[in-house]
Nanobody, 123 residues
Framework: QVQLVESGGGLVQAGGSLRLSCAAS????????MGWFRQAPGKEREFVAV????????TYADSVKGRFTISRDNAKNTVYLQMNTLKPEDTAVYYC????????????????WGQGTQVTVSS
């Protein structure tokens, strides 16, 4: 498993941007597919985006497609989530997650999780 630490959350006005980062420990980061999930108050955790081990394949939830971009830097053991044109409904705790090898959009498929970072979008 890898240990994950998210950063970059905060308060932003609607239409603004934030970039989340997730730093991973360990030497095998490049062998993990990385995902971002979010959980709003009173709601279930939902899939946001996932990226393959090489970064060549990405998948997004329909609600963020065209606004969010997931990327990774395997040399820095870091995955990013660039969030543009933010909306109040994007308000949630955002979690970084890792799973060996193949991508998935299902949270139960991910074995390692960060502690989460709060994103709040004001209207």
């Amino acid at each position: 498993q890898v240990q994950l630490v998210e950063s970059g959350g905060g308060l932003v006005q609607a239409g603004g941007s934030l970039r989340l980062s997730c730093a991973a420990s360990g030497r095998t980061f490049s062998s993990y597919a990385m995902g971002w999930f979010r959980q709003a108050p009173g709601k279930e955790r939902e899939f946001v985006a996932v990226i393959s081990t090489s970064g060549g394949t990405t998948t997004y939830a329909d609600s963020v497609k065209g606004r969010f971009t997931i990327s990774r830097d395997n040399a820095k053991n870091t995955v990013y989530l660039q969030m543009n044109t933010l909306k109040p409904e994007d308000t949630a705790v955002y979690y970084c997650a890792a799973r060996p090898r193949t991508i998935s959009t299902v949270s139960a498929a991910f074995s390692s999780w960060g502690q989460g970072t709060q994103v709040t979008v004001s209207s």
